[in-house]
């Protein structure tokens, strides 16, 4: 199984991003996948999920603003990062999970992306 992470970048607060995770070995279909990033100093932390029988899930400060989705036909799955702020500055990576089941914890995924740098500027 392998992730492709791509599409961040640099961007000005209030900007929009979108991000692309290509996968090879696996499919999104059946499975779930997550969105996590990770800033300097911190744990990663799950940003978003979605799962072919539960559907989308995201944690509270980027509801409203993110929306991840999938493309079956192409086994890509996107997070679109609108009204981007400064504290969304970090390394995102995608990840997989065979289970239908989204979950919030790094160790509950079994592959990984090599993700990709998104810096938002004041």
């Known amino acids: 199984v392998q992730l492709q992470a791509s599409g961040g970048g640099l961007v000005q607060a209030g900007g929009s991003l979108r991000l692309s995770c290509a996968a090879s070995?696996?499919?999104?279909?059946?499975?779930?996948v997550g969105w996590f990033r990770q800033a300097p100093g911190r744990e990663r932390e799950f940003v978003a999920g979605?799962?072919?029988?539960?559907?989308?899930a995201y944690v509270d400060s980027v509801k409203g603003r993110f929306t991840i989705s999938r493309d079956s036909e192409n086994n890509t799955v996107y997070l679109q990062m609108n009204s981007l702020i400064v504290e969304d500055t970090a390394v995102y990576f995608c990840?997989?999970?065979?289970?239908?089941?989204?979950?919030?914890?790094?160790?509950?995924?079994?592959?990984w992306g090599q993700g990709t740098l998104v810096t938002v500027s004041s």
């Open positions: 979605l799962s072919w029988r539960t559907g989308a």
């Open positions: 990840a997989v999970r065979t289970s239908w089941i989204v979950k919030f914890g790094v160790r509950d995924y079994n592959h």
């Open positions: 070995g696996c499919t999104f279909v059946t499975g779930s």
